[in-house]
């Protein structure tokens, strides 16, 4: 391979690694912004995450079309083709985290209206936490390749499961305590189920660099917390690629 | 090109187009036998569909591989470029609709115990029929690269949203008239939530045909059924890649 070659290909990975943190960064502030539209019903704030969401849509698409053209062209081998296939394996899963966040502010506007038991949205707020910490934890372990950052990533996932586990239980008692509660905390248990499947993209992404700088694939099996029978975590909601 | 490596790139495109239609048909049983097992609380049967799973994640990988390296073997162009992104595409989502199968099966071992109000699960086989064709309909459309069938099952996704909207109703008002209703029925919730997930990857394959055949996108906003202020669906939820 020329230097020339060898340098554009340098400066096609370089885009990706870009592009990628830039929608990493937009990802984690719709996050952050639905779950503060939903808990003060800030339905300005909501319609602003609605619309953000399609400047990672198209970030997506320009990382995909990138990655391929590169393979095509580049012909990459080991490692450098790794790159390519982990930079679209982790748009699609910030494509779809932002999704994710787009659908809890599309929830806040449609349940403004009927907004009850305010104490209901606190475990979902301690879940945005969790979900958003692990989300910052992996787009470094991508930035710096760090693999051990990644597993741990992956392992932490279990205590999303087990807040999500119990948040259900919550919503599950307002709604028996008041029959009125009920349409409200079914759209809250929908978040809930957003916010956990946010984290099965992170995971996902942990997954992703342990493949793109070991090579390997990470155990089909996900870490997952403890589930009681009327838990929902069905753990194949949302799996791993 | 010489001939020969036309007919060995020709030999590619089949061997993943032979790959895609039998994830189909494992994705297609999949969805069948998890509402057989929930219709009819059948444990075994809800065992088998969890089991088949792994099948169709290997089914995937190998396609995604296979796609990767004969784009990065035969630097492909244009239509034949788009052979490759589509397998890797389809076989993402059918991956996905075997997921989400999987996730009603393992509910259905889950609820067992608690199995009520058995005329709450009759909507749900009403939308998994609608889906199950619409599935049906968009792999015959890619077999026979038909662009019409494609945009016919696109359109058509509004049915199942619309169906969503009248299972979330008739489940809340289960739950509003019985509390001991309520656990069964949220799951059941979820489990209909999957039903029009499945759709949306469904349409996420009919607009990878249009794309395929044509070159072109399809418009981003996904055809969507009157939903009310109660309704469940909140669009964004799995969203076109």
Partial sequence: MSEHIVSSYDRDLEVLGRRIA???GIAEKMLAEAMDALAN???ELAHRVVATDQRLDALQREIEENAILTIARRQPLAIDL???IAAMRIA???ERVGDLAKSIAKRTVKILSEARVPRAIIGLKTMAEVAA???KDVLDAYAQRDVER???VWTNDSELDALEDSVFRDLLTFMMEDP???SFCTHLLFCSKN???IGDHTTNIAETIVYLVTGESMPTDRPKGKSSSISPSVETDEPSQ
Wanted: proline residues 0%; hydrophobic residues 45%.
């Fill in 195 to 197: 916010i956990e499947r």
């Fill in 22 to 24: 830039e929608m990493g």
């Fill in 180 to 182: 009125r509660n009920i």
């Fill in 41 to 43: 019903f800030d339905i």
């Fill in 92 to 94: 699609a899963d910030l």
């Fill in 150 to 152: 990644a597993r741990a």
């Fill in 133 to 135: 910490m692990q989300l």
């Fill in 82 to 84: 790794r790159e390519c």
